[in-house]
Nanobody
Protein backbone atom coordinates (compact mmCIF):
# COMPACT_ATOMS: atom_id res chain seq x y z
CA UNK A 1 0.00 0.00 0.00
CA UNK A 2 1.30 3.44 -0.94
CA UNK A 3 0.59 6.58 1.04
CA UNK A 4 1.34 10.10 -0.15
CA UNK A 5 1.62 12.98 2.30
CA UNK A 6 1.79 16.52 0.94
CA UNK A 7 3.04 19.60 2.71
CA UNK A 8 4.07 23.16 1.94
CA UNK A 9 0.84 24.79 0.87
CA UNK A 10 -0.32 28.13 2.22
CA UNK A 11 -1.16 31.73 1.48
CA UNK A 12 1.20 33.85 -0.57
CA UNK A 13 1.03 37.15 -2.40
CA UNK A 14 1.15 37.31 -6.16
CA UNK A 15 4.73 37.12 -7.37
CA UNK A 16 5.78 35.03 -4.39
CA UNK A 17 7.03 31.48 -4.14
CA UNK A 18 6.08 28.24 -2.43
CA UNK A 19 7.56 24.76 -2.43
CA UNK A 20 5.31 21.74 -2.13
CA UNK A 21 6.61 18.39 -0.94
CA UNK A 22 5.10 14.94 -1.22
CA UNK A 23 6.56 12.07 0.75
CA UNK A 24 5.69 8.55 -0.36
CA UNK A 25 5.71 5.36 1.64
CA UNK A 26 6.42 1.99 0.05
CA UNK A 27 9.21 0.71 -2.16
CA UNK A 28 7.65 1.54 -5.53
CA UNK A 29 8.55 5.24 -5.55
CA UNK A 30 11.74 5.08 -7.59
CA UNK A 31 10.02 3.08 -10.34
CA UNK A 32 7.00 5.34 -10.56
CA UNK A 33 6.03 8.49 -12.40
CA UNK A 34 5.24 11.26 -9.96
CA UNK A 35 3.03 14.21 -10.65
CA UNK A 36 1.27 17.25 -9.29
CA UNK A 37 -2.30 18.09 -10.22
CA UNK A 38 -4.51 20.91 -9.06
CA UNK A 39 -8.19 21.63 -8.76
CA UNK A 40 -9.64 25.09 -8.42
CA UNK A 41 -13.20 25.66 -7.14
CA UNK A 42 -15.75 24.80 -9.80
CA UNK A 43 -13.11 23.43 -12.17
CA UNK A 44 -11.87 20.00 -13.13
CA UNK A 45 -8.63 18.62 -11.78
CA UNK A 46 -5.78 19.41 -14.16
CA UNK A 47 -2.22 18.30 -14.68
CA UNK A 48 0.46 20.67 -13.42
CA UNK A 49 3.68 18.69 -13.89
CA UNK A 50 5.07 15.18 -13.98
CA UNK A 51 8.50 13.60 -13.56
CA UNK A 52 9.23 10.09 -14.75
CA UNK A 53 11.31 7.49 -12.98
CA UNK A 54 14.14 8.48 -15.31
CA UNK A 55 13.82 12.17 -14.53
CA UNK A 56 12.01 13.39 -17.64
CA UNK A 57 9.67 16.25 -16.87
CA UNK A 58 6.46 17.56 -18.39
CA UNK A 59 4.61 20.78 -17.58
CA UNK A 60 1.28 22.37 -18.29
CA UNK A 61 1.68 25.37 -20.52
CA UNK A 62 0.28 27.68 -17.87
CA UNK A 63 3.11 26.91 -15.42
CA UNK A 64 6.03 26.30 -17.75
CA UNK A 65 8.95 28.54 -16.83
CA UNK A 66 7.52 29.29 -13.39
CA UNK A 67 7.20 25.86 -11.73
CA UNK A 68 9.84 23.15 -11.38
CA UNK A 69 9.15 19.54 -10.46
CA UNK A 70 11.92 17.40 -9.01
CA UNK A 71 12.32 14.13 -7.16
CA UNK A 72 14.65 12.70 -4.55
CA UNK A 73 14.53 8.93 -4.77
CA UNK A 74 16.63 8.52 -1.63
CA UNK A 75 13.93 10.35 0.33
CA UNK A 76 10.98 9.03 -1.72
CA UNK A 77 9.88 12.63 -2.10
CA UNK A 78 8.74 14.75 -5.00
CA UNK A 79 8.81 18.54 -4.94
CA UNK A 80 7.09 21.34 -6.78
CA UNK A 81 8.88 24.67 -6.66
CA UNK A 82 6.42 27.39 -7.60
CA UNK A 83 7.74 30.84 -8.45
CA UNK A 84 6.07 33.98 -9.77
CA UNK A 85 2.75 32.78 -8.43
CA UNK A 86 -0.44 34.25 -9.82
CA UNK A 87 -3.95 34.42 -8.34
CA UNK A 88 -5.06 31.90 -10.98
CA UNK A 89 -2.68 29.36 -9.43
CA UNK A 90 -5.00 29.21 -6.43
CA UNK A 91 -6.19 25.62 -6.04
CA UNK A 92 -5.88 22.45 -4.04
CA UNK A 93 -2.73 20.70 -5.21
CA UNK A 94 -2.61 16.92 -5.27
CA UNK A 95 0.36 14.61 -5.44
CA UNK A 96 -0.01 11.62 -7.78
CA UNK A 97 1.96 8.39 -8.12
CA UNK A 98 1.61 6.15 -11.15
CA UNK A 99 3.24 2.73 -11.01
CA UNK A 100 4.72 0.81 -13.92
CA UNK A 101 2.48 -1.97 -15.35
CA UNK A 102 0.24 -3.36 -14.01
CA UNK A 103 -0.53 0.31 -13.63
CA UNK A 104 -1.95 1.61 -10.41
CA UNK A 105 -2.33 5.15 -9.22
CA UNK A 106 -2.39 6.79 -5.85
CA UNK A 107 -3.36 10.29 -4.71
CA UNK A 108 -2.40 12.43 -1.78
CA UNK A 109 -4.96 14.22 0.35
CA UNK A 110 -4.28 17.61 -1.23
CA UNK A 111 -2.78 20.84 0.03
CA UNK A 112 -4.33 24.28 -0.41
CA UNK A 113 -2.40 26.99 -2.24
CA UNK A 114 -3.91 30.46 -2.17
CA UNK A 115 -2.36 33.36 -4.07
CA UNK A 116 -3.67 36.80 -3.19
CA UNK A 117 -3.59 39.71 -5.62
Amino acid sequence: QVQLVESGGGLVQAGGSLRLSCAASGLIFRLSTMGWYRQAPGKQRELVATVSSGGSTNYAGSVKGRFTISRDNAKSTVYLQMNSLKPEDTAVYYCHLGTPPPSREYWGQGTQVTVSS
